[in-house]
């Protein structure tokens, strides 16, 4: 740190003691809240008139009095990221000092519960002292006032926070963007879909799809988990809604709409796609026994949704806050090159003078990171304003560090928060922030892509080994496993027309939402374990427990009964205890639901009497499934020899009975020879 940086630290600290109260009330102790809705200037000069204005909303029970709204800002400015991080985490009260002075705040009045009531301060810069330009000024709004017990303290009882660049404005523009992330917000477990309805027709993700459309094409990254998609898609269809779930025709369309709208921006936007539902990569990581099939499963699982939605994009990855580890960002690597989200806790040695994409080194090549980087929170509620000023003053303190080190590759990236409502206006306000005109000169538009393309730095620092955090059991990802086991067999059994596509429900359990719900989570599993085994259940070979063969060689009949709904393709995997018996697999054939098909199973006993034959069902595959039929064939040994024998047998007995008669005719024939000669001595 330069000398002038230390100057600038110090006199901010002095500011920060002096100015501020000893102690210190958050806006949830008074139950009054404050919010920001407008600033101006953006960029701080010599001659503006800082204006503020907002909201103060009474959010308990009691009244407020005597309501009053100041400015507080510092005199001298912060120069890094460090100082203002540091000073947001060592408290709330980091501002600076409160601008007192007569008609520089605002006389608000009294605040009944429940109401609100909009500020609106003005206070010129020529009138704070300020040091001038050379970082970041925070600025904010501190609210006094009387509880109802006529106590009013000099601390405040509400505040909200943004911050003011000031620098040059000769430097060179910093790169800046807006990434967008889309995935499903609510709960995973009995989320209100009409919420959710409301939400999209004219809520939160109506308002925040806007936002992103707003956003120029040049300063525009979206991050899609193709999951929300299906989500949505249900409460279009009467016959796929959740049970239960009643919305108007017109909040069905506008849900279509909105659906239509996504994939409009997506298709025009640089758009990477996140795997299905946003798997626990962590769990997949600690518990790899099943890794390899249920990664297959969320492969296949996107790449159906793609094709559903018509979509295209590059694949990224995208773990929690805090659930990522080194093991886990080389199991990503080896699966791809895509970029991985991660935050900062994930890369502690990370510096916003590599840029928010940075290359990690893995033992299968560079893997490339955009790394949040975003300041913590600071007091009152994320608005388009206060979201506009992260992004300017991210570029002013870019443009700080570029001056002083060349190697600095600091940028303005930043990642929104999907669960952000930036209203209606939201949208144009922030979007502003991003572009060379919006900003004044201060930014110059990029996308995620366009970064990676600009040969990132190399992170070399630490990234954990381990992290404290819980996700999925290893439990669960064998029950989900078997699962995707059966779900497999079945689709591959039942022909594609009749086909329910059940990859996406698999895979949806192994989304991270689930960590929360580990006992709901196994509940659903096997829930959908014992459907789909009850479905394959219904295919089933009828077999008699003994044929008995003519001969060592011949056919019998075995007859395969589909009592499903749906027309499948079976065949059946013979096997005997004898390996010499020669046994041919049926191959598959096409079964109607409540039908059932007979097979001719031909079979060589050779030269065995008796076998045990084991049959069982098949899918076209090869693959066998079910409970197996097992039955014995006997033969009953009538051969050649036995035939010859009969044979022998009966031309005995021909001959018995010819000889018999041949005799009788002789002694009938000398007994009439005899009887002449007696009649020709008496003539």
Same mark, same amino acid.
Not at 360 to 365: F, W
Not at 505 to 525: M, Y
């Given at each position: 740190?330069?000398?002038?940086?230390?100057?600038?630290?110090?006199?901010?600290?002095?500011?920060?003691?002096?100015?501020?109260?000893?102690? &210190?009330?958050?806006?949830?102790?008074?139950?009054?809240?404050?919010?920001?809705?407008?600033?101006?200037?953006? &960029?701080?000069?010599?001659?503006?008139?800082?204006?503020?204005?907002?909201?103060?909303?009474?959010?308990?029970?009691?009244?407020?009095?005597?309501?009053?709204?100041? %400015?507080?800002?510092?005199?001298?400015?912060?120069? +890094?990221?460090?100082?203002?991080?540091?000073?947001?985490?060592? *408290?709330?009260?980091?501002?600076?000092?409160?601008?007192?002075?007569? *008609?520089?705040? #605002?006389?608000?009045?009294?605040?009944?519960? $429940?109401?609100?009531?909009?500020?609106?301060?003005?206070?010129?810069?020529?009138?704070?002292?300020?040091?001038?330009?050379?970082?970041?000024?925070?600025?904010?709004? @501190?609210?006094?006032?009387?509880?109802?017990?006529?106590?009013?303290?000099?601390?405040?009882?509400?505040?909200?926070?943004?911050?003011?660049?000031?620098?040059?404005?000769?430097?060179?523009?910093?790169p800046?963007?807006?990434?967008?992330?889309?995935?499903?917000?609510?709960?995973?477990?009995?989320?209100?879909?009409?919420?959710?309805?409301?939400?999209?027709? @004219?809520? /939160?993700?109506?308002?925040?799809?806007?936002?992103?459309? +707003?956003?120029?094409?040049?300063?525009?990254?979206?991050?899609?988990?193709?999951?929300?998609?299906d989500?949505?898609?249900?409460?279009? #269809?009467?016959? +796929?809604?959740?049970?239960?779930?009643?919305?108007?025709?017109?909040?069905?369309?506008?849900?279509?709409?909105? %659906?239509?709208?996504?994939?409009?921006?997506?298709?025009?936007?640089?758009?990477?796609?996140?795997?299905?539902?946003?798997?626990?990569?962590?769990?997949?990581?600690?518990?790899?026994?099943?890794?390899?099939?249920?990664?297959?499963?969320?492969?296949?699982?996107?790449?159906?949704?793609?094709?559903?939605?018509? %979509?295209?994009?590059?694949?990224?990855?995208?773990?929690?806050?805090?659930?990522?580890?080194?093991?886990?960002?080389?199991?990503?690597?080896?699966?791809?090159?895509?970029?991985?989200?991660?935050?900062?806790?994930?890369?502690?040695?990370?510096?916003?003078?590599l840029?928010?994409?940075?290359?990690?080194?893995?033992?299968?090549?560079p893997?490339?990171?955009?790394v949040?980087?975003?300041?913590?929170? +600071?007091?009152?509620?994320?608005? =388009?304003?206060?979201?506009? @000023?992260?992004?300017?003053?991210?570029?002013?303190?870019?443009?700080?560090?570029?001056e002083g080190?060349s190697?600095?590759?600091?940028?303005?990236?930043?990642?929104?928060?999907?669960s952000?409502?930036?209203?209606?206006?939201?949208?144009?306000?922030?979007?502003?922030?991003?572009?060379?005109?919006?900003?004044?000169?201060?930014?110059?538009?990029v996308?995620?892509?366009?970064?990676?393309?600009?040969?990132?730095?190399?992170?070399?620092?630490?990234?954990?080994?381990?992290?404290?955090?819980?996700?999925?059991?290893?439990?669960?990802?064998?029950?989900?496993?078997?699962?995707?086991?059966?779900v497999?067999?079945?689709?591959?059994v039942?022909?594609?027309?009749?086909? /329910? #596509?059940?990859?996406?429900?698999?895979?949806?359990?192994?989304?991270?939402?689930?960590?929360?719900?580990?006992?709901?989570?196994?509940?659903?599993?096997?829930?959908?374990?014992?459907?789909?085994?009850? @479905?394959?259940? *219904?295919?089933?070979?009828?077999?008699?427990?003994?044929?008995?063969?003519?001969?060592?060689?011949?056919?019998?009949?075995?007859?395969? =009964?589909?009592?499903?709904?749906?027309?499948?393709?079976?065949?059946?995997?013979?096997?005997?205890?004898?390996?010499?018996?020669?046994?041919?697999?049926?191959?598959?054939?096409?079964?109607?639901?409540?039908e059932?098909?007979?097979?001719?199973?031909?079979?060589?006993?050779?030269?065995?009497?008796?076998?045990?034959?084991?049959?069982?069902?098949?899918?076209?595959?090869?693959?066998?499934?079910g #409970?197996?039929?097992?039955?014995?064939?006997?033969?009953?040994?009538?051969?050649?020899?036995?035939?010859?024998?009969?044979?022998?047998a009966?031309? %005995?007995?021909?001959?018995?009975?010819?000889?018999?008669?041949?005799?009788?005719?002789?002694?009938? $024939?000398?007994?009439?020879?005899?009887?002449?000669?007696?009649?020709?001595?008496?003539?």
């Amino acid at each position: 740190m330069t000398i002038r940086a230390w100057l600038t630290a110090f006199v901010v600290a002095v500011s920060l003691v002096v100015g501020t109260p000893g102690t &210190q009330a958050t806006a949830s102790d008074g139950s009054l809240a404050v919010r920001i809705d407008a600033l101006s200037p953006s &960029q701080l000069s010599g001659d503006a008139t800082i204006r503020m204005r907002g909201v103060i909303r009474n959010t308990g029970e009691s009244p407020w009095t005597s309501v009053q709204a100041y %400015l507080v800002i510092p005199r001298s400015p912060f120069q +890094t990221r460090e100082q203002i991080r540091t000073a947001i985490e060592d *408290g709330q009260a980091y501002t600076g000092e409160r601008v007192v002075d007569v *008609g520089s705040f #605002d006389e608000v009045g009294d605040l009944a519960p $429940g109401a609100s009531v909009r500020f609106d301060i003005r206070v010129p810069v020529s009138r704070l002292g300020l040091a001038g330009p050379g970082g970041v000024y925070p600025v904010g709004v @501190q609210v006094l006032a009387t509880d109802d017990e006529g106590d009013r303290s000099n601390a405040a009882v509400a505040r909200a926070t943004t911050f003011l660049p000031w620098v040059e404005r000769s430097a060179p523009p910093v790169p800046a963007g807006l990434v967008w992330p889309f995935t499903p917000t609510w709960p995973v477990v009995d989320p209100d879909w009409q919420e959710v309805a409301d939400s999209v027709t @004219q809520g /939160q993700l109506r308002h925040y799809l806007d936002a992103a459309r +707003t956003t120029a094409r040049a300063a525009r990254t979206i991050v899609l988990d193709p999951s929300l998609l299906d989500e949505l898609r249900r409460l279009v #269809d009467p016959d +796929t809604r959740p049970e239960g779930v009643e919305i108007s025709d017109d909040q069905a369309e506008a849900v279509a709409t909105w %659906l239509a709208d996504l994939r409009e921006l997506a298709l025009d936007s640089t758009t990477w796609i996140v795997s299905y539902a946003r798997p626990d990569e962590l769990a997949l990581n600690r518990y790899p026994e099943n890794a390899e099939t249920l990664w297959q499963q969320v492969d296949a699982a996107t790449s159906a949704a793609l094709v559903a939605h018509a %979509l295209t994009g590059s694949r990224a990855s995208w773990p929690t806050i805090s659930g990522t580890t080194r093991g886990m960002l080389e199991d990503i690597r080896t699966r791809g090159e895509g970029p991985t989200l991660v935050s900062r806790r994930s890369v502690p040695d990370w510096e916003p003078r590599l840029g928010s994409i940075v290359n990690l080194e893995t033992t299968s090549g560079p893997l490339p990171l955009l790394v949040n980087g975003s300041l913590p929170d +600071t007091p009152g509620v994320e608005t =388009a304003v206060t979201l506009r @000023q992260r992004i300017l003053t991210d570029a002013a303190l870019g443009v700080l560090s570029r001056e002083g080190d060349s190697g600095s590759r600091a940028d303005a990236l930043t990642i929104v928060d999907p669960s952000w409502n930036p209203g209606l206006t939201g949208g144009s306000i922030v979007s502003r922030a991003v572009t060379a005109r919006g900003s004044a000169g201060l930014t110059r538009s990029v996308t995620a892509a366009d970064l990676i393309r600009a040969a990132p730095s190399t992170y070399t620092g630490d990234v954990p080994e381990d992290v404290d955090t819980r996700s999925l059991s290893p439990t669960a990802l064998d029950r989900i496993a078997t699962l995707a086991e059966n779900v497999t067999r079945l689709h591959e059994v039942v022909v594609e027309e009749d086909r /329910q #596509d059940l990859s996406r429900d698999v895979v949806e359990n192994l989304s991270v939402r689930w960590r929360s719900e580990p006992a709901k989570l196994l509940e659903k599993v096997d829930a959908q374990l014992a459907s789909v085994e009850s @479905q394959l259940a *219904g295919i089933s070979i009828d077999s008699p427990s003994t044929i008995t063969l003519s001969s060592n060689r011949g056919g019998f009949p075995l007859t395969i =009964a589909n009592d499903t709904e749906r027309t499948v393709q079976v065949g059946l995997s013979l096997d005997a205890d004898n390996p010499s018996l020669d046994l041919g697999d049926i191959p598959a054939v096409e079964i109607d639901p409540g039908e059932r098909h007979t097979v001719t199973v031909e079979v060589d006993l050779g030269d065995q009497t008796s076998s045990t034959v084991t049959a069982r069902l098949a899918t076209a595959s090869g693959v066998g499934f079910g #409970d197996s039929a097992v039955f014995n064939i006997r033969s009953s040994n009538v051969g050649l020899i036995v035939w010859i024998t009969m044979g022998a047998a009966g031309l %005995l007995v021909v001959a018995t009975w010819a000889r018999r008669f041949l005799g009788r005719r002789r002694r009938r $024939g000398a007994a009439a020879a005899h009887a002449e000669g007696f009649e020709d001595v008496d003539e």
